[in-house]
């Protein structure tokens, strides 16, 4: 079954920087785009990237230009999602999203907080 694992996240403080992971099984990972997702409390999900299934190619949420870049690691069934000079509006839980064979597949979410 698919199954999406994020790691990565964390207290940090403003300014800082964090690399999320999301471990991707169960599905040919190369052949999906991947995207990373974002939830803070009391607000809806939020997308925040997508990366194509090389590589080739992202869009970004234009709160989070110039500051996140994402990648991916095909041999690896891994994406990340580095995320530099943190502000306190980037606190959310972050989801790693995949939608494969109609089907929509998401990890579990790993909690980042921005913080003094």
């Known amino acids: 079954q698919v199954q999406l694992v994020e790691s990565g996240g964390g207290l940090v403080q403003p300014g800082g920087s964090l690399r999320l992971s999301c471990v991707a099984s169960?599905?040919?990972?190369?052949?999906?785009?991947m995207s990373w997702y974002r939830q803070a409390p009391g607000k809806e999900r939020e997308l925040v990237v997508t990366i194509t299934s090389d590589g080739s190619s992202t869009t970004f949420a234009d709160s989070v230009k110039g500051r996140f870049t994402i990648s991916r690691d095909n041999a690896r069934n891994t994406v990340y999602l580095q995320m530099n000079s943190l502000k306190p509006e980037d606190t959310a839980v972050y989801y790693c999203?995949?939608?494969?064979?109609?089907?929509?597949?998401w990890g579990q979410g790993t909690q980042v907080t921005v913080s003094s």
């Open positions: 169960g599905f040919t990972f190369s052949k999906y785009r």
């Open positions: 999203y995949a939608r494969v064979i109609f089907r929509d597949y």
